[in-house]
C-alpha cells in the first residue's frame, strides 16, 4: 500500500521560509512517477503548486514561481518544497501526491496534509 507522509509545515511570519518535505513508502517504481504538491485554503479549491516528472521537468503555479522550488531524491523516496519569501495568501493546507507518469496534474494518491500558515 502506498503512503505518503508531509512533514516541515507550520508558522511563518510574511517574507520567511519554510521546507516541506514528502516520503513516499510502498511504490517500488517510484523514480517513474510525477510528484508535486498542491494546496487548499479554506474555501478555496485544491490547486497545483508545483510538480516535477521522473525526468526532473517542472511545472509551477505562476503565483508561487520564483519563490518555490521542488526537487525530488529517487534514491531516498522523497519530494521536497522549499518555500521562500511567503505571503499570508500562501496560507494553506499543502497536500503531497504521487501522480501517473508524464504530465503533471492528476494524481493517484494523496498524503494527508500539513498545515502552512503566513502570519505576522
Known amino acids: 500500500q502506498v503512503q505518503l507522509v508531509e512533514s516541515g509545515g507550520g508558522l511563518v511570519q510574511p517574507g520567511g521560509s519554510l521546507r516541506l518535505s514528502c516520503a513516499v513508502s510502498?511504490?517500488?517504481?517510484?523514480?517513474?512517477?510525477?510528484m508535486g504538491w498542491h494546496r487548499q485554503a479554506p474555501g478555496k479549491q485544491r490547486e497545483l503548486v508545483a510538480a516535477?516528472?521522473?525526468?526532473?521537468?517542472?511545472n509551477y503555479a505562476d503565483s508561487v514561481k520564483g519563490r518555490f522550488t521542488i526537487s525530488r531524491d529517487n534514491a531516498k523516496k522523497t519530494v521536497d518544497l522549499q518555500m521562500n519569501s511567503l505571503q499570508p495568501e500562501d496560507t494553506a493546507v499543502y497536500y503531497c501526491?504521487?501522480?501517473?507518469?508524464?504530465?503533471?496534474?492528476?494524481?493517484?494518491?494523496w498524503g494527508q496534509g500539513t498545515q502552512v500558515t503566513v502570519s505576522s
Open positions: 516535477i516528472t521522473s525526468g526532473g521537468s517542472t
Open positions: 510502498g511504490s517500488t517504481f517510484f523514480s517513474i512517477y510525477t
Open positions: 501526491k504521487l501522480g501517473p507518469p508524464g504530465g503533471y496534474y492528476s494524481v493517484l494518491y
